[in-house]
């Protein structure tokens, strides 16, 4: 005999599904654990942009930092706290923060962890773009970064006009994204190849990634528009669990899953765009930063908030290193973040071919 699932009462005659009571008690667990995912990884980025404001050949303390950070500082400190550091300090978050959601949001929409921006060619595309207008037209400035935002947005328009076949697939996405990348890379390369050394040598952040140079004309452009696809991406994100089904489970459950899909794709594009065209192409940011957080949330989430924590903290780390971790002179921070994403790429496809194999 079949006994039917006791109910928990909740007041006078109602009642609750036990499985209900546990599915609340999961979601309250996995909030709360994204919770402290984000709050931990702000102190960890807080505490390394702390380090970056501090350490330097100037010999600044604690106090001068703080008197200059309110106006109050020596010249001094003054120059190179506000006109060095701190745009430099904000240059990370900023770019972190961009290529760590625009990470998080082209994987999860293409259920594909090697679905990166950087791999795809978005960031290439801003790259060459950048670097064609810096030594074909001769533009300088916020024009370049300009230039860069808007070859983002045509290379991943032409992704998907390339991939759409009746509806939009991952793997083809991926496929055609690859092979644009190295048409890109190759152009790039051919631009670099004729240019002069000076202006091989000013072209160099767009090849490799760095936030040395910024200032604050350039962080405030950057800045504003990011927070703009911080709000569109808030409110967006309530689809995204519902992306991460098949397109038919998401139909089922009232999501027209191609609009939302292209709605996605469009805010990563955007947010990768911003990075790039305010510090170049910083690479693997987006690729390992959201694999990064889902681990730390769990239960398979998107983890948005904290995909954008972890890779400012990233981009901070990394320019750290940059910065203090080889005597005698800094490299570029996409020069870091390039070592440090290289080997996971392979394992990421080492990982995959055993998969492969085994099944």
Known sequence: MSVAPAVVPTGPGESVHPLAVRVAAARSRTHRRATTVVAVGSLFALAAATASLLLGAAGLGVGDVLAALVGQG???????????????????????????????????????????????????????????????????????????????????????????????????????????????????????????????????????????????PELGTAGSTLAVLLVLTVAFSPRMPLLALSDDSARSLGLDATRARATAIVLGVGLVAVATALAGPIAFVALVAAPIARALVGHGQAALAASAVVGAAIVLVADLVAQHAFTGFAVPVGIVTGLIGAPYLLWLIARGNRRGSDG
Do not use: C, H, Y
């Open 74 to 216: 020596s010249p001094k400190a003054e120059f190179v706290i506000v006109r060095l550091r701190l745009p430099r300090v904000l240059a990370a978050i900023v770019a972190g923060t961009a290529l760590g959601l625009g990470g998080a949001l082209f994987q999860t929409t293409l259920r594909n962890p090697l679905a990166s921006p950087d791999i795809l060619g978005v960031t290439g595309g801003a790259s060459l773009a950048a670097v064609g207008s810096m030594l074909l037209l001769g533009l300088e400035g916020p024009a370049v970064s300009l230039a860069a935002f808007a070859g983002a947005l045509v290379v991943a328009a032409l992704m998907w006009g390339l991939a759409w076949r009746d509806g939009l697939t991952g793997i083809r996405f991926v496929l055609v994204g690859i092979g644009l990348a190295s048409i890109v890379s190759g152009l790039l390369g051919w631009l670099i190849t004729r240019a002069e050394v000076r202006e091989a040598s000013e072209a160099l952040v767009w090849m490799v990634g760095g936030i040395a140079g910024v200032g604050w």
